[in-house]
């Protein structure tokens, strides 16, 4: 594809830029969670009143009707004024486009505005303890009870959950039919006595996730979403615009930690040896290699009309590359990186999960054989 920027893309970019720097987000809150998701919440406010909250999304949505190319732009602008990502990436992402393809009027109408807003949260409901890569396994059940569900189960891992207002929830509508066919995908109000939160602590020492116990919650029957027993489709829809979403943003911030670790080591006299020198040039080489890859996947989508499978192939990279990039980062700065609370000691920690959230380098392994590569398919 030809990376050359037309002169309405590089107006694009240049209002962004302007906007980014009229809008510095200001230092990241480091240590105190709270403070973290109120700053990514209020950076998202002054996004949309800018009218930038989702470039991506149709104008008559409260988007820009961004093509494919703004928009990988956009997540490029962002991660290079060192933004948060969106409070409520859920929803722009994954949320409100799955709404687009799968809602009804009133589901579109009801929904997307307080999604760009960030006055609604949403979180993502379809891992469960026994059903993560293989989710068709799930065993949440909704149950029919007068003109709604009444819903018991329980979510794992479910991230912003204790922030959110309302969960994007797969569970099992008929026990009978093959595993694929008898789900149904809603939209769970949070904000119920029956739904409890509680936060699990990772190896960081943060929350950002969340087990989910569902007692008994009441969903009524105008939040299925795309009709009952076709949850594993509107669910497909959701995991493609996550992993396609995300990449130019990743790889993004990849770089600029790359950028920072570059300096910090020049800082040091570290670039003076070549085994040091040669390890940041690879990574390097791996950046420019996902930032290409990125841009590739926009053929795929302008193709198809939908994120296709090579979303899987970035996804996969980068979180190789950054966890060699946090791995690199502790061996360079020594102890003083492990410290407790230290950026790269988080980044170390942090960076673990990259390679299970939003699907594991396994699962990407196996998409990418059969559905990219032709493979024959594992049994
Ligand atoms: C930071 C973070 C945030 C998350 N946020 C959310 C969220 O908001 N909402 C949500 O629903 N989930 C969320 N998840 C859950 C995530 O989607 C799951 O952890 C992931 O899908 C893997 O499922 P699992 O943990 O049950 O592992 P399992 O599926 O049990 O896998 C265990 C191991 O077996 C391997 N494996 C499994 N099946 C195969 C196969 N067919 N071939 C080869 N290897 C295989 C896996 O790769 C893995 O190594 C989050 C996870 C993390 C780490």
Redesign the pocket.
């Known amino acids: 594809m030809d990376l050359t920027f037309s002169e309405r893309e590089t107006a694009f970019r240049d209002e962004l830029r302007a906007w980014f720097t009229a809008n510095d987000p200001g230092p990241e809150p480091s240590d105190d969670e709270r403070a973290h998701y109120a700053w990514r919440r209020d950076f998202q406010r002054r996004l949309y009143a800018g009218g930038w909250a989702a470039p991506h999304w149709p104008v008559e949505y409260g988007g820009r009707g961004a093509t494919l190319t703004e928009s990988a732009i956009f997540f490029e602008e962002l991660g290079r004024a060192r933004a948060p990502l969106p409070a409520n990436v859920?929803g722009l992402l994954l949320g409100g486009p799955t709404l687009m393809v799968w809602g009804t009027e009133e589901q579109k109408d009801r929904f997307l505005g307080p999604i760009l807003s960030a006055e609604e949260i949403w979180?993502?409901?379809?891992?469960?303890?026994?059903?993560?890569?293989?989710?068709a396994a799930l065993k949440t059940r909704a149950v029919r009870d007068g003109d709604g569900w009444v819903v018991t189960g329980q979510?794992?891992?479910?991230?912003?959950?204790q922030h959110a207002r309302w969960c994007m929830l797969v569970a099992r509508t008929d026990a009978d039919a093959a595993k694929h066919k008898g789900l149904t995908y809603f939209l769970m109000d949070m904000e119920q006595p029956e739904v409890q939160v509680r936060p699990l602590r990772?190896i960081t020492g943060g929350s950002?996730?969340n087990e989910l116990f569902i007692e008994g919650a009441r969903i009524p029957d105008e939040h299925v979403v795309g009709g009952v027993g076709n949850g594993w489709k509107v669910a497909l829809t959701t995991l493609m615009n996550e992993r396609a979403g995300l990449a130019f943003f990743l790889q993004v911030r990849m770089r600029g930690l790359l950028d920072d670790l570059i300096a910090e080591a020049a800082a040091r006299g570290l670039l003076d040896d070549d085994v040091v020198a040669d390890r940041l040039g690879a990574l390097h080489v791996k950046a420019e290699i996902l930032r290409l890859t990125a841009y590739r996947g926009l053929t795929a989508i302008e193709k198809y009309g939908q994120p296709g499978p090579e979303g899987s192939l970035t996804k996969w990279m980068w979180s190789e590359a950054n966890q060699e990039l946090a791995q690199l980062a502790v061996e360079l700065l020594g102890p003083e990186a492990l410290v407790a609370g230290s950026r790269w000691g988080y980044e170390l920690l942090?960076a673990?999960?990259?390679?299970?959230?939003?699907?594991?380098?396994?699962?990407l392994?196996?998409i990418v054989a059969e559905r990219v590569l032709g493979l024959p398919r594992?049994r």
């Open positions: 859920l979180c993502q409901g379809f891992s469960e303890p026994e059903a993560g890569s293989d989710l979510k794992v891992w479910t991230s912003g959950a990772q950002e996730f942090r673990r999960g990259n390679s299970i959230e939003g699907g594991t380098t396994e699962i392994k196996n594992v």
